[in-house]
């Protein structure tokens, strides 16, 4: 059986980021995506122009319509808007046992506007970093949670080995905001590895934090081993870039669909209906 993710973030009405970049990466990583909505943003290629968190007790009935129907077997969340829907989600996961978490510390979209409240920030240290088994911040989200300024692979693994020291299993530090190279650490309790590529010239950037946290949760959800699943989220996320969609006059989305025909697909029927 497919397993099944949850997401827990925004929706981007653009459909790049947030909950719509979650479902189709978690679809494309074979596991069935159920999702708790946050907040509703006005959001395309090169801005977001409305925010709108959504009220607690409706967050609390998705969170719980999803766990008391369905195994999930990975939890990934994005962005939460504030410090009382932070501690709020915090609070459902610990009573539910989640496992295979995976901390998306979203703090601004790529258009600039900021999507996490400062007071929120604190609340994702004390209460979110002790339920991740991963968290992965890029390098400004990664100097928010522990002060340490995050420059290079260096200052990288060291504010990794803080976020676990906060309470986090593991640690992947994104640096896409530093180096010539994309280069990405990632930090356990067992050691460091560096997962290095040539970086990518494209403006198909959007989502892109969002679609590693998801494949990442996806492939443990599947019980890949963290180290292989950082490595396979990662490619995926390259592919999904290069692939890119000539949509939107900003930072353009990726192709979560990379390897899917470029044509409309005809499925066979039988007499007993559609083959699966």
């Known amino acids: ?23 189709k990466t978690f679809l494309a990583h074979g596991a069935f995506g159920t ?8 959001q395309n290629t090169a801005a977001v122009t409305a925010v709108l ?26 962005m939460l808007a504030d410090a009382e829907r932070v501690r709020l ?12 978490v995976v901390i998306d510390p979203v703090m ?3 258009s600039g506007a900021p999507l996490l409240t400062a007071d929120a920030v604190a609340a994702v240290r004390d209460e979110l970093l002790p339920l991740a088994a991963v968290v992965t911040p890029n390098a400004p989200e990664a100097e928010a949670l522990t002060g340490i300024p995050v420059r290079d692979a260096s200052s990288a693994e060291a504010a990794g080995r803080r976020l676990i ?17 994309a280069l990405d650490v990632l930090v356990t309790r067992d050691g460091t590895e560096r997962l290095e590529a040539p970086r990518l010239e494209t403006r198909n950037t959007h989502g892109t ?7 990442l949760a996806a492939r443990l959800a599947w019980g890949e081993p963290l180290p292989l699943a950082a490595r396979a989220a990662k490619r995926y996320v390259r592919r999904a870039m290069a692939a890119g969609l000539p949509l939107g006059a900003g930072a353009r989305p990726l192709d979560h669909g ?8 005809e499925w066979p029927e039988t007499a007993e209906g559609v083959t699966p």
Not at 1 to 23: E, F, K, N, W, Y
Not at 165 to 181: I, Q, R, W
Not at 209 to 215: P, Y
């Open 165 to 181: 020291e906060l309470g986090a299993e593991a640690a992947v530090v994104k640096g896409g905001h530093f180096g010539a190279d």
């Open 108 to 110: 601004v979209a790529k």
């Open 35 to 42: 999702s708790v909505i946050t907040a509703v943003t006005a």
């Open 258 to 265: 990379f390897f899917l025909p470029s044509a409309a697909p």
């Open 53 to 78: 968190p959504l009220p607690l007790d409706l967050i609390e009935a998705q969170f719980r319509a999803v766990w008391e129907d369905f195994p999930v077997a990975a939890v990934k969340t994005g």
């Open 89 to 100: 989600v915090a609070r459902l996961l610990r009573e539910a046992g989640a496992r295979n």
């Open 1 to 23: 059986m497919r397993p099944v993710v949850l997401t827990i973030a925004g929706s981007d009405s653009g459909g790049g980021a947030g909950i719509q970049a979650d479902l």
């Open 209 to 215: 934090g969002c679609t590693f946290a998801a494949a």
